[in-house]
């Protein structure tokens, strides 16, 4: 099944249910207020929700226009955002990076860093920054919403608690990240608000895309309408969600509702941009910056700037985005003065 969370005036609004087409909406208030009540309720509300998508796949009701504008972030305000490394291959290609540590590529356990979810931006939220000259990046990638997981969990435990899919853009400020680094406490202000697609999607509406703890989907990302990348989000995971929610969970108990990312999807090849209809490319700036480093002496690629639009989805085999679009348009927003 489909779910969203669409604006009400509240800080975490309303949680509806989505059709199978992504054409037409019902409130699931009945069941559960919001995405999170849901999911502290899974075992009584998931079938509900089911046989409530059923009805309206069925048109049995008649519902309402979907329109993704009126989307918030799916956890508009997460108990926990927990961002991992599963692709080595993006950890290589920006390991020449300021404030990258050839130490930090490591293939027993993934890396993983604890990002803000106390404001979790919406789909069409702007990509708000202080100054466009901090090198504003993308990164893509997809996110796995969990139940609660015990501490010391196993493979098999952790792959039972995946509860839902979707895309993010985990928004990266690289001329930020060596002051964050050197700081010895790892980002902060080199991450801002993360961006979610409009819909998280069960993993029993993909079939085979959804297999290993891997979802074999490509992941696809827009700059200003030219294609930045497409690469496959089921290829070279060398770390899968499992892995990713094992090592989250060394040391603690998942809360329900934490939100694990996958790092930015990479696949391992030679290819340079401008990215061809048929190519791979890349999921983030750093990355091409990188190999244009290596092929040509120099990079050529510009990070975003303030009127630079993003705009990131999965694609099913037809091409149609699984979770809905992240469309965001870079905004420079002066802090306001005080006193």
């Not at 060596?178 to 801002?192: E, I, R």
Request: hydrophobic share 40%; proline share 5%.
């Amino acid at each position: 099944m489909k779910l969203a969370t669409v604006k009400n005036g509240r800080p975490d609004g309303q949680l509806v249910v989505v059709s199978s087409d992504r054409l037409r909406t019902v409130s699931a208030s009945r069941i559960a207020p919001t995405l999170q009540a849901a999911l502290d309720d899974w075992t009584e509300a998931s079938p509900a929700l089911a046989a409530l998508a059923d009805q309206l796949n069925a048109g049995e009701i008649a519902g309402q226009m979907f329109d993704p504008a009126t989307c918030l972030a799916p956890l508009p305000r997460a108990f926990q955002w927990i961002d991992g490394a599963g692709y080595l291959s993006h950890l290589e290609r920006v390991r020449t990076l300021k404030g990258s540590k050839d130490a930090e590529l490591q293939s027993a356990r993934p890396l993983m860093y604890q990002g803000g979810s106390d404001s979790l931006s919406a789909p069409m939220s702007p990509i708000a920054v202080t100054d466009d000259a901090l090198a504003v990046d993308f990164e893509a990638e997809i996110a796995a919403i969990v139940g609660p997981v015990p501490m010391g969990a196993d493979r098999a435990t952790a792959s039972a608690a995946i509860r839902l899919l979707t895309v993010c853009n985990d928004v990266s400020l690289r001329r930020l990240v060596l002051d964050d680094l050197q700081n010895g406490f790892g980002f902060f202000h080199a991450k801002p608000s993360t961006a979610f697609a409009p819909l998280v999607v069960t993993t029993d509406e993909f079939d085979d895309a959804w297999r290993d703890n891997r979802l074999h989907l490509r992941v696809q990302s827009v700059i200003n309408d030219s294609l930045f990348g497409q690469p496959n989000a089921g290829v070279d995971m060398h770390f899968d969600f499992a892995d990713l929610i094992v090592e989250a969970a060394r040391t603690r108990d998942l809360g329900t509702g934490t939100i694990i990312g996958s790092g930015t999807v990479s696949n391992r090849h030679d290819e340079g941009l401008p990215t061809k209809k048929g190519g791979i490319g890349f999921a983030c700036i750093a990355e091409a910056r990188t190999v244009e480093k290596l092929k040509y002496g120099r990079a050529r690629t510009p990070f975003l700037k303030a009127g630079d639009r993003i705009r990131i989805a999965a694609l099913d085999s037809d091409g149609t985005p699984v979770f809905g679009e992240i469309d965001q348009i870079v905004t420079v927003r002066t802090p306001k003065a005080h006193g």
